[in-house]
């Protein structure tokens, strides 16, 4: 029997087959069959996504690992999750994951599927479209609204989010944690005397600073003008100390293009007490970085 004409083609009035259609469409048509002794594969794919690496016809109308295996390991478990209720409850699949294209690259793949019964066990239609253009340009536009534009540190926003989620895991599992606040002295003299450009080229060497010298697991961000802050992961008071000195000391000894020594700063620090809110360990870090200021600047103070 032939196919039955789905739309015209290239030409108004050209006929075109169901099955050419799909095959032209800009993802994956398929059919998902999981038995009840759980062996799974697709008895249909059509479209222009079947021309993935990764993606065989044949070796997946007989077995779905072919392409299940190269999800990413952080991905399976989900998406088995999400088959395995799908399944118990019939309810439609909605998820996206990444596919190992290679061992560089991997796509980032959207789901819907719909289940039905059938006697040997359960069948969803459904569509696979690639997502990885979209996926990059969120993660870009996140980056941006987490993201000081002149120092490419975390903002305050983000900053405040980490933080958050720091003191949750620290109450959580009792680790340690530490706050370090950071202001450069005198940064309003640095302006007035080279000029403001000058003065965004110091805060940028100083975020380049930073990043060199903290750790992988340590944020670092801009609260705003010359303030800065450092949450220390899993680090106490006594840990945290020479961490800030080494800083302050580099910070001091770089040559930022400008008179020797004009650049320094005074570092606040205080360690998080279990179950304090968020703005009092900010609140002692604060007068720690006072107490560094009224001392006479480029020093730490810890309580």
Not at 141 to 163: E, P, V
Not at 212 to 225: F, K, M, P, T
Not at 293 to 298: A, F
Request: glycine share 8%.
């Amino acid at each position: 029997m032939p196919d039955e004409n789905a739309m015209t083609g290239g030409e108004l009035n050209e006929p075109i087959s169901m099955r050419d259609f799909t095959e032209r469409l800009p993802g994956v048509v398929f059919q998902f069959h999981r038995d009840h002794h759980g062996h799974m594969h697709f008895p249909y794919l059509a479209g222009s996504g079947t021309g993935l690496p990764g993606i065989d016809r044949d070796a997946l109308s007989q077995d779905a690992r072919h392409m299940l295996d190269r999800l990413d390991e952080e991905d399976y478990p989900r998406v088995m999750a999400a088959i395995e209720r799908s399944a118990r409850w019939r309810i439609p699949i909605a998820t996206k994951f990444r596919i190992r294209l290679s061992s560089q690259r991997c796509c980032w793949v959207a789901l819907r599927a719909q289940p039905e019964d059938a006697t040997t066990g359960v069948l969803w239609y459904g569509l696979m479209i690639d997502i990885t253009e979209q996926m990059a340009e969120e993660a870009r536009l996140r980056r941006l609204s987490d993201t000081d534009d002149l120092t490419g540190l975390a903002n305050r926003r983000r900053l405040m989010t980490r933080l958050d989620e720091e003191i949750a895991r620290s109450n959580r599992h009792g680790s340690p944690l530490s706050l370090m606040l950071i202001d450069l002295d005198h940064f309003k003299r640095i302006n007035d005397t080279w000029g403001h450009l000058q003065g965004d080229q110091v805060l940028a060497e100083f975020a380049t600073i930073c990043q060199q010298l903290l750790r992988e697991e340590d944020v670092v961000g801009r609260l705003g003008g010359e303030e800065f802050a450092v949450i220390l992961p899993l680090t106490p008071l006594v840990a945290s100390r020479p961490l800030a000195e080494r800083l302050r000391r580099a910070i001091a000894e770089h040559n930022f293009g400008i008179d020797a020594g004009q650049v320094t700063a005074s570092i606040g620090l205080a360690e998080y007490r279990l179950g304090e809110p968020r703005d009092t360990l900010i609140d002692r870090a604060d007068r720690s970085l006072y107490a560094a200021k009224h001392q006479g600047r480029n020093r730490v103070v810890s309580r």
